[in-house]
């Protein structure tokens, strides 16, 4: 028996999110069925770094597995690929120590966020942009986001509906870079609560339209509280960019 | 009776073409349905530039139609965009001479064929580009490319299906750019016969990995055969990118 991390690539677009839901399209469902087809109709278990909501993308999701196979890394990512639907793609296969933990060992991940700013939608960015066609006051927004970089509970920037009691994360960086008509925000923390990197971009859009102001991210995080932040942006700007197994430095 | 000119772009992954066809999801028809839904149940005729197959997609596709209703060009655009699919925008509108035909009038067109160069696939990339991991010689496409620039009888780039009987046309330019990990080529012409910028493209890739000689392009041209020609490249590689009816100036 070994166990193999997986670095993955998937197109959020026609799945009903990550993790297996009965009668739905989900990236584990279908990573499991190739895996099954390659184990004689037994049934592999896969541990992701987490879930990813419907829509939602991702670059660099990661995944471990344990099979009797013994295949070369390179033969389990032509295989799997062979088998898989083309919206997603095994970037990478390596054996690990059978301790790594997909999820439990993350150290930090990275997610961005992509805005479509031009004042015309693009029918190519529909589904891999959030079209936001109004003037954003940046500083304002970088101001803003300075205050939430560090550790802080994100009860505030957390959905309601999850089930994580402790909410303290630590967020090292937030960046954001405007690219022709895309500005794309960059997200690094050791750990983000369920919706949070939705909720805080829809609470930097407050501010850089000016319904918000940038100082009340203090206000905000102190009150613990999901209303006083903002919208939570959709999940087709959002992309799990890469998953840190050593920690993170800038 | 005022006729307008809109200039429309279109994802065609989810599409059989442009052209109406029974049963399928067409461009036209969609464009058809929108109008119909503004003219009280009347059937408005579109014409458009030309057609586009299954997967092809436009930036710059332009159609005309025939209207009594007086509505401000931008209103126009803001209810058919109301009324399209989000995989089809108008990105403008605009009253023209009762005279303009949107077929007939055409002076050039550009069309835009995008390569992914890159040895892994990208998910994002799997429906707007065309998947060639392997090395080319851009030299070679080059010398190529300037032996079917001017105007030929281009009867061995046509796939045989076609109605069209006289196969002369002047392409003006072609050009090569390598973006990242893509290549993209640009075709200007007065004109393209079915296929024929997919045609030529899977003739350039040939001759870039070392199949055929660049100076083959003269023999091919004289043959008049499509078979002497390379594969059609598919269809998702490939954009309208813009209609001309004023003539093209580098």
Redesign the interface.
């Known amino acids: 028996m070994r166990r193999y991390k997986c670095i993955i ?3 959020g677009t026609q799945f009903s999110g990550y993790q297996v839901q009965p009668n739905k399209r989900t990236v584990q469902s279908d990573l499991e069925h190739a895996l099954q087809n390659m184990h004689k109709g037994e049934h592999i278990k896969i541990v992701a770094s987490g879930r990813t909501d419907a829509t939602v ?1 991702a670059l660099g999701q990661v995944v471990h597995f344990d099979s009797p196979l013994s295949i070369p890394v390179e033969g389990w990512k032509k295989a799997l690929n062979s088998l898989l639907p ?4 095994v ?1 990478s296969v390596e054996i690990v120590d059978p301790e790594f933990h997909a999820r439990f060992d993350v150290k930090a991940k990275e997610y961005r966020y992509r805005l479509w700013m031009s004042e ?5 960015k ?1 589904q ?1 942009t959030h079209h936001y066609p109004y003037p954003l006051n940046l500083n304002a927004m970088k101001e803003a986001a300075a205050l939430l970089v560090g550790t802080h509970d994100f009860t505030s920037f957390c959905a309601s509906k999850t089930e994580v009691q402790d909410k303290v994360r630590t967020i090292y960086l937030i960046k954001m870079e405007k690219q022709d008509n895309e500005l794309i925000l960059s997200f690094i923390g050791n750990g983000f609560l369920y919706n949070m990197v939705r909720i805080i971009v829809g609470t930097l859009l407050e501010v850089g339209s000016g319904q918000k102001e940038a100082k009340m991210m203090t206000s905000i995080l102190a009150g613990k509280d999901r209303s006083l932040a903002g919208k939570t942006a959709p999940g087709h700007g959002l992309y799990l960019y890469q998953v840190y197994y050593e920690g993170w430095q800038e």
Chains 1, 2 share one sequence.
Not at 86 to 89: A, H
Not at 120 to 124: H, K, L, R, S, T
């Open positions: 690539s998937y197109d993308h083309d919206d997603i793609r970037r015309e939608p693009c029918v190519f529909r891999y």
